[in-house]
Nanobody, 123 residues
């Protein structure tokens, strides 16, 4: 089994900053992509940013220049530094990881999600 645990959400004023963390643990042989998604009330879950272990990084247009994703592969942890936060960034943020894990007597690639952390941007 693989678990992703997020932390760092909360309430922040517009223009403020927050850093989210997500640590993966459990039966992990390797991790390829790690990323962050978000879901606002009444909307579909959307990609915020992701990072391929080969180095490529993708950002949603709405967060480019404000958010930065980074990884600590030794700790199986991904971070999301969020600056210049806007009310429209308010959402539940979910961590996602594509993991090479041992399951059912074999190694497989599988995607895992964290439980989500609330980010609220409001004055």
């Amino acid at each position: 089994q693989v678990q992703l645990v997020e932390s760092g959400g909360g309430l922040v004023q517009p223009g403020g900053s927050l850093t989210l963390s997500c640590a993966a643990s459990g039966s992990i042989f390797s991790i390829n992509a790690m990323g962050w998604y978000r879901q606002a009330p009444g909307k579909q879950r959307e990609l915020v940013a992701d990072n391929n272990n080969g180095g490529s990084t993708n950002y949603a247009d709405s967060v480019k220049g404000r958010f930065t994703i980074s990884r600590d592969n030794a700790k199986n942890t991904v971070y999301l530094q969020m600056n210049s936060l806007k009310p429209e960034d308010t959402a539940v943020y979910y961590c996602n990881a594509y993991v090479y894990t041992y399951s059912g007597s074999k190694y497989i690639w599988n995607a895992y999600w964290g439980q989500g952390t609330q980010v609220t941007v409001s004055s």
